[in-house]
């Protein structure tokens, strides 16, 4: 009888071991989703991701006067894949980080996650700071 019963644990624990192994894969797969590209005087934030984007913050990655100036930031309930959100921007004097952090959530997950990219520069702009 005991050895019924180490052999249902072990196959069990083995069980719960190859779940968890292919959640782990699943969830290492997974790409920010996110392009950051300039337009004109605006900068788009494309989805080029297989799902929706839920809950879409876009902000400066450091805090104004360091950081960069988002003169409307986006904020979204959702951005569909292919689908992209412009938002307008500019660098201030003090600049010390030039990079925009976006949020989100995946669809069925409460996770936010989040993606920080230097805004791209315009083809007008020089990098002398």
Request: proline share 9%; glycine share 10%.
């Amino acid at each position: 009888m005991t050895d019924w019963v180490a052999d249902g644990i072990a196959g069990g624990a083995l069980l719960v071991s190859g779940v968890a192994a292919w959640y782990t894969h699943r969830a290492g797969r997974y790409r920010p989703p996110w392009t950051l590209t300039v337009d004109g005087e605006r900068y788009l934030l494309t989805n080029n991701g297989s799902e929706r984007a839920l809950a879409v913050e876009v902000a400066p990655a450091a805090a104004a006067p360091h950081g960069v100036q988002i003169m409307q930031p986006p904020s979204l309930s959702q951005i569909g894949p292919g689908e992209a959100v412009g938002f307008i921007a500019g660098y201030g004097f003090g600049l010390q980080d030039d990079r925009v952090v976006v949020r989100w959530r995946r669809p069925r997950r409460w996770k936010r996650l989040t993606w920080a990219h230097p805004l791209p520069r315009k083809p007008r702009e020089r990098r002398d700071a």
